[in-house]
Structures are given as C-alpha cells and as structure tokens.
C-alpha cells in the first residue's frame, strides 16, 4: 500500500537569529507549501520520479536528487544501527512544490520529508537524534555546512531556536498568532553554498554584541508578549551587510512597503525570497500585492501569506489536487 507524506516549507535566520532561529510555514489560504513524498512500494531497484510546479527545477538524474542520496544514507545509517534489518529498495515519487535555491528550505524539505518518510514506513529504526543529525549531514552537503533552521522547523513545526551543534537540543519558542509572514519568492535562485560564500568569517566584538543582544531581546519579547519589542529587534547585522549585494532591490523595497506600516521586511534564508512581518490580516493582503507585482520576475515567481504551522513533517492520508492519489 502506497503512503504519502508532507513537510512544509520553512524560512531560515528570521532577520535576528543567524542559523539558530527558523520557522515553519503555513500558507492562510491551505495551500500545501512544501514537498510531498510517496513511497509506492518494494522494487527491484529504487527509483524516483517527480511532478509538481518546481520539477523543472530538479537535476534530471535522479541519483542526484536529494531524495534518491537521502535513501542511500538512511541505509547505511540503518545498517550501522540495527545490522538485522536488512531494508527493501523502494519506488518513490516526489511532489516538488517548492522552487530550488529559494531560500524558503528547499533542499531541507526535500530531506526531511524522504528521511521522516523512510523512518516511520519502517517503524522507526532511527532514533530522533539520528533522524534529525542524518537529515542536517544530508542538507548540509547541499549548502556547504552543518545548520539546523530549516531542518528542525521543517521537522518538528513552529518556531524553533536551535542550540549551536547540537541535534537533540531544540527549543519550540512562543509566537504572536496574529501575527502574518508574508513570503515572497522573485522566481531566480541563489545557491545556499554561494549565499554563505559572502559571508564574513569573523564579527566585530560590536556587532557581536549587537547580534546576542537583539536575539535575547527578541526571545525575551515572544516569552513576555512585548509584541512592540520583539518587532524592534528584528535587525540582521550579521547576513544582511554580506547579501545585500546580492539581492539590490530590498532597500527600496522596504522603503515602499513603510508606506503600509509594514513592521519588518527581510530576507528568508539564503534569498532571494523575501519575507514580511504583518501585524494584521489587511496589512498582510496590501503586502502580498504589492510584492506580487513589484518583485516577481517570471512565472516561476510565487508570494504566499502565511501563518506559523504547528504541524511539521507527517504522514498523509489524502491530498486534494496532489498528482497522485492517496
């Protein structure tokens, strides 16, 4: 019996937390954004074929898709923790409805849907440690480094805040529901590895400062619902001064987007996706638009108003307009 599985879209750093903070996506209008992985059955071979609105964007062999390399390690893994199982090659097919290079977790959702899926199909080999260690080593080789903000929202759901070097250490912070994330993708990529390229190896002792105290002043503002507070310490000192270059069109983009009283305007993830901090359901809607048209290139370009999703990677039963059915 075939079983589908989702895991969401997430936006990484949140402006203040450089590699530490992240947050899953939910899209208020009940679109699925993320990817979906089916797993059809045995094989004689494992083998996987794609659909979805980014499938153009994928490596045509698939034994360079993430999902495909994804399976591999997970066997290994598997064969190095619990050598009796002796794990099946699989017939997969993935629904990849997130754009590559985004900065929206593109390559995290792709992981940790194949590797969520391939541990609860056979009954939990893995522990969560390792689940979630496999899963950053697996998108770590995609980007270049070992990082959590993706993979941990992406997994677990919510905003989280990831303990530096540490798999089993997660925090699930608090959220102001009201809140909107408005999330705008131009439909251009940005190579993860070549966005962390530019980035500084080291910080001044000021900047330093200035990085830990808007981050604890941010965390601070979510536990005592200073919603004011923690709108101020939106501030990216440490990835914003390096990619600005890379993405020339958000100074003036933030300085239109003032004119709706927009709280903060910054960049998810690596870029080029741009994402918002709406403070109600009607600045949220002005928002959209207006990035909708100012800032998509081509039709590959998307913009989403979104909510927090409480619910991270998970088995489906059935998905309303998904290529294949449950």
């Known amino acids: 019996m075939m079983k589908s599985y989702f895991a969401p879209a997430s936006t990484g750093n949140l402006s203040v937390g450089f590699d530490l903070i992240g947050v899953a996506l939910q899209p208020v209008s009940g679109e699925w954004l993320g990817d979906i992985l089916h797993i059809k059955g045995h094989s004689e071979q494992t083998s996987l074929t794609c659909s979805g609105r980014y499938q153009h964007q994928l490596p045509v062999a698939d034994t360079d898709n993430l999902v495909i390399q994804g399976y591999r390690l997970f066997k290994a893994k598997v064969a190095e923790v619990k050598p009796e199982l002796n794990l099946p090659e699989l017939e997969l097919h993935l629904e990849k409805r997130l754009p590559v290079g985004s900065g929206l977790g593109s390559s995290a959702c792709s992981v940790v849907v194949a590797l969520y899926a391939f541990n609860d199909y056979f009954q939990h080999p893995l522990n969560q440690t390792q689940l979630l260690r496999l899963m950053a080593e697996v998108e770590g080789s995609v980007s270049g480094s070992l990082h959590y903000d993706n993979v941990v929202p992406s997994l677990h759901g919510g905003l989280q805040l990831i303990i530096p070097d540490s798999a089993a250490k997660t925090r699930a912070l608090p959220w102001f529901r009201h809140w909107r994330l408005v999330v705008s993708y131009p439909g251009t990529g940005i190579s993860t590895k070549a966005a962390r390229e530019v980035m500084p190896k080291q910080l001044t002792l000021k900047d330093s400062v200035a990085f830990a105290g808007e981050l604890a002043r941010f965390i601070s503002a979510l536990y005592t619902g200073d919603e004011a507070d923690a709108l101020a310490a939106l501030k990216d000192v440490v990835a914003e001064p390096a990619r600005i270059a890379l993405m020339p069109e958000l100074p003036q983009l933030r300085k239109d987007l003032a004119v709706y009283n927009i709280a903060h305007v910054g960049i998810s993830g690596a870029g080029p996706t741009l994402f918002a901090v ?38 489906i039963e059935s998905l309303p307009g998904s290529s294949l059915c449950v």
């Open 278 to 315: 709406c403070t109600n359901d009607q600045q949220a809607q002005l928002c959209a638009s207006y990035l909708a048209q100012h800032y998509s290139k081509n039709q590959d370009a998307m913009t989403h108003i979104c909510q927090v999703s409480e619910l991270g990677a998970r088995q």
